[in-house]
């Protein structure tokens, strides 16, 4: 039988996880957003704007999904 403890960890760990491999998709859009600011660098700077915006959504509904699941265990 899993205890309160093991399951929050389990969560925390699988957080964890998931965040590890979404971290690529945030340094490109970091790399983005450092681009030049020439003609093109404008529409990366933007597109890199949306994409750490996303990103930080993305963020906030794993706190979310883990604080809801912590809350059930």
Same mark, same amino acid.
């Given at each position: 039988?899993?205890?309160?403890? *093991? #399951?929050? *960890? ?17 340094h490109l859009f970091d790399v983005m957003g450092a681009a030049d600011?020439?003609?093109?660098? +404008?529409? +990366?700077?933007?597109? #890199? ?5 996303? #990103?930080?959504?993305?963020?906030e509904s794993l706190d979310q999904i883990a604080a809801t699941s912590?809350?059930?265990?």
């Open positions: 039988m899993t205890t309160e403890a *093991e #399951a929050n *960890e389990k969560t925390r760990r699988t957080i964890e996880e998931i965040i590890q491999q979404f971290q690529p998709i945030e600011s020439g003609v093109q660098g +404008v529409f +990366v700077r933007r597109w #890199a704007e949306i994409g750490m915006s996303l #990103a930080t959504a993305y963020r912590r809350g059930r265990n």
